[in-house]
């Protein structure tokens, strides 16, 4: 089962920042919080990870709590093509040491 | 660089046939990985690769699913006979592997429909 709590679904108007919640209460001290999204007909796509510390990058960025419990991705101004399923996903850092479980994910919608 | 191409794209086959899937991940990614998704939910993984040797099938139904890496490069996932509930869309995803971070590249996904 993902290790994961989204919300089902949000929406946000064009131009304005989504912040898309993420409960990940049963973390351990070395998995990593990654964000993948996946746009209708197409597969995921990969957009940040981090560890404890926000991060950013060209597409979003990520705060992570102090407690590592809960995060928030950011993408700062919202445009139709971010209208997408965004997933959170909780997994260590090497594949070796274990795979990514997708859950349902939070569906975002854009609207103009 | 072209990403990883997966074909075909969409296949509609009755019950009992056989059909398969074929994955060319990106050049340079040791990992790859097929996965599963069915209508609203999120992808499953059938089986992941390290090279060419199959490190992780445990969720891979092997009474009728098969799949093969040979030389460690492109990857065919087959179901051989399939049934009315294998419809869904087949994914296939590369990545760098080993001790890099759980960084995948995902194709675009092979619908199949089983009538």
């Known amino acids: 089962d993902a290790k994961t709590t989204q919300p089902p679904s949000m929406d946000c108007a064009e131009g304005r920042a989504a912040n898309l919640p993420c409960n990940h209460s049963t973390i351990s001290g070395n998995e990593y919080v990654y964000w993948y999204r996946q746009i209708h007909s197409q597969g995921p796509q990969y957009i940040i990870h981090g560890l404890k510390n926000n991060e950013t990058n060209e597409m979003a960025s990520l705060i992570i709590t102090e407690d590592r419990k809960s995060s928030t991705l950011i993408l700062p101004h919202a445009t139709l093509r971010d209208t997408a399923v965004y997933y959170c996903?909780?997994?260590?850092?090497?594949?070796?040491?274990?795979?990514?479980?997708f859950g349902k994910g939070t569906k975002l919608s854009v609207k103009p | 660089e072209a990403g990883v191409v997966q074909s075909p794209r969409y296949k509609i086959i009755e019950k009992k046939q056989p059909v398969a899937f074929w994955c060319n991940p990106i050049s340079g990614h040791n990992t790859l990985y097929w996965y599963l998704q069915n209508l609203g939910q999120g992808p499953e993984l059938l089986i992941r690769y390290e090279n060419e040797e199959a490190v992780d099938d445990s969720q891979l139904p092997k009474d009728r699913f098969s799949a093969e890496r040979l030389k460690g490069v492109d990857s065919t996932l087959k179901i051989q006979p399939a049934e009315l509930g294998d419809s869904a869309v087949y994914l296939c995803?590369?990545?760098?592997?080993?001790?890099?971070?759980?960084?995948?590249?995902f194709g675009a996904g092979s619908r199949l429909t089983v009538l």
């Open positions: 995803a590369s990545s760098h592997g080993g001790t890099g971070a759980n960084v995948l590249t």
């Open positions: 996903i909780v997994g260590y850092y090497g594949g070796s040491q274990g795979n990514l479980i």
